[in-house]
């Protein structure tokens, strides 16, 4: 062996201890960045947006198929009527307003929502007429941000649905962002509502639709029989794509 080769094999193993080092913290920080960064191939982020046309929906915490965890406790009134404050003084006053969608989503709501002034107005079988009313009463005209989760008991023109849609965002105060809950589509005339709700809301600065639609079609699991409500897992998904797009759109 000449005296340059075995030079060059003692600085290999001079080195060797630290390529091993650089190894082994490698193996230990890039899964952690993976899991952090959200790069792995079936990763998602609840608060990611997907731009779909005139509709904007949210990314799926869980993924298609997936076994969701248990729910929140059940709710058996009719009306919920939610004002539930934070230690925050300068938080943020959210109001959101809805039907039996809603009343069931509540507690979850409730639960993820602990950082804002929380105003919750729900009624089973509301429909868009009340809309405005309630977001009156739970003082939507003075809100940082509101969501409407309204359509569902709805069966009208695309004409009319709009101006029951217009009719209700012009209790909302105009500075405030909307998220609309769009309604799924279970039975064929919900088109008529779900064409005036992406019309509308969409034109108001600031807002956008939250379609509901792909939850569904990604868990069916989370149905009941009459393909409208929801399970325990189901309301808490609900509650939960709720308050991702909320904390997305809320300052700070």
């Given at each position: 062996?000449?005296?340059?080769?075995?030079?060059?094999?003692?600085?290999?193993?001079d080195l060797a201890p630290w390529a091993v080092t650089v190894l082994a913290l490698?193996?230990?920080?890039?899964?952690?960045?993976?899991e952090v960064g959200g790069g792995g191939a079936g990763a998602q982020n609840p608060q990611s947006l997907v731009a779909r046309g005139p509709v904007v929906t949210a990314g799926d915490p869980y993924s298609p198929g997936a076994s969701l965890p248990e729910g929140f406790p059940e709710v058996d009134e009719k009306v919920v009527q939610v004002?539930?404050?934070?230690?925050?003084?300068?938080?943020?006053?959210?109001v959101i307003v809805g039907d039996s969608l809603t009343v069931g989503?509540?507690?979850?709501?409730?639960?993820?929502?602990?950082?804002?002034?929380?105003?919750?107005?729900?009624?089973?079988?509301r429909a868009m007429p009340e809309g405005s009313k309630a977001a009156a009463v739970s003082r939507a005209g003075?809100?940082?941000?509101?969501?409407?989760a309204l359509g569902s008991n709805d069966s009208c023109a695309v004409a009319e649905c709009k101006r029951r849609v217009s009719a209700i965002l012009a209790a909302v105060n105009p500075a405030a962002p909307v998220v609309w809950m769009q309604p799924a589509r279970f039975r064929p005339n919900m088109d008529n509502v779900r064409a005036a709700v992406s019309e509308v809301v969409t034109a108001r600065p600031g807002s956008l639709v939250l379609d509901w639609q792909p939850f569904q079609d990604a868990h069916p699991e989370i149905l009941q029989t009459d393909r409208i409500h929801?399970?325990?897992?189901?309301?808490?998904?609900?509650?939960?794509v709720t308050a991702s797009q909320v904390h997305v759109l809320l300052p700070g």
């Open positions: 062996m000449d005296l340059r080769t075995r030079d060059r094999l003692t600085t290999l193993a490698a193996a230990l920080v890039v899964p952690i960045l993976v004002d539930q404050t934070t230690a925050r003084t300068a938080a943020p006053r959210v989503a509540s507690p979850g709501l409730r639960a993820l929502l602990t950082d804002v002034h929380l105003r919750i107005d729900a009624k089973v079988g003075s809100a940082d941000l509101v969501v409407v929801l399970t325990p897992a189901g309301y808490r998904l609900r509650a939960e």
